[in-house]
């Protein structure tokens, strides 16, 4: 048995949850998807996935077994990229990993132009506003905003991520325009739940900065929805520059403390001991070019 081809199409079946999808996409017939997966857990001696006569599910070995065999594909990729020309065009798929409002409004309208420039690279994009774990979680890289704790990732600084506070029109006539930082702790503030901007706001002004504690009826790990409530009216929020842009231009929401100017760190990070192959090279350059 190919065990590294059955583990793909494990991973493929996964992926498109149908041994039918994964074997489009791998260019073999169903029939021989499902041998590979028979094979595998066969030699495994556990069920890796549940069938049902419309898709697959994972069982919980199945989900553990996922994880690992995502770090040896990768891994086998690294190390077949390693044999090849150094001069080899990018190719390959790129697992890579941003925060929502960032990756939605800022890193997503980009990447067709990255796949235009390397048409043998496939991009597989996830956004979420946890902290993943690169390595385990098999990514190539990992968009980052805020202060960096992990010390064992290779860190390309980016361009920070620009903050601003705003509110609609009718909460500001009904409960007055901040014009301090200090003012805000009279203000409802909507909180970025479960992050550092939750229940403090940090401002960079001409001489100083200042750090405010801030507190709201409503909080939400949704960018999206902070921005909803703040048009209905609910209080301020404190959210990246680009979420909120088309709705300032439009008068839907008004900036406050337009003097005061706040950023969080933004980091593109990958792993030191994987070899940076010719796609993931393509990208850090695309994104230092764009976001550097």
Not at 31 to 54: A, D, F
Not at 99 to 127: I, Q, W
Not at 227 to 245: D, R, V, W
């Amino acid at each position: 048995m190919d065990r590294f081809a059955s583990m793909e199409a494990f991973a493929k079946v996964a992926d498109t949850g149908s041994f039918t999808a994964a074997a489009d996409a791998l260019g073999i017939s169903g029939q021989m998807v499902g041998k590979h997966i028979r094979l595998l857990e066969e030699h495994l001696g556990v069920r890796l996935l549940n069938r049902t006569t419309r898709q697959q599910s994972l069982t919980d070995a199945g989900k553990d077994f996922l994880e690992r065999t995502r770090i040896v594909l990768a891994e086998l990729e690294a190390a077949e990229a390693l044999a090849a020309d150094s001069r080899a065009r990018p190719r390959g798929e790129l697992r890579v990993n941003a925060p929502v409002t960032f990756g939605t409004h800022s890193l997503a309208p980009l990447v067709p132009a990255y796949m235009a420039a390397n048409p043998e690279v496939t991009v597989r994009l996830t956004l979420n506003d946890r902290v993943v774990d690169l390595v385990d979680e098999g990514y190539d890289c990992v968009f980052r905003a805020g202060p960096l704790t992990d010390s064992t990732l290779i860190a390309r600084g980016l361009r920070p991520m620009e903050l601003i506070a705003c509110a609609s029109p009718t909460y500001l006539e009904a409960r007055g325009t901040p014009t301090a930082p200090g003012d805000l702790t009279g203000h409802d503030c909507l909180g970025f739940a479960g992050s550092a901007i939750e229940e403090r706001w940090e401002f960079n002004g001409r001489d100083d900065t200042v750090a405010v504690r801030v507190t709201s009826r409503f909080s939400t790990n949704s960018g999206q929805a902070l921005k909803e409530a703040a048009l209905a009216g609910l209080g301020i929020i404190f959210q990246a520059s680009e979420l909120t842009l088309e709705d300032v231009k439009a008068g839907r929401l008004i900036r406050v403390l337009p003097d005061w100017r706040a950023t969080r760190p933004m980091h593109l990070l990958f792993a030191p001991d994987r070899r940076v192959t010719p796609k993931l090279r393509s990208f850090i350059e695309f994104a230092a070019s764009r976001f550097g």
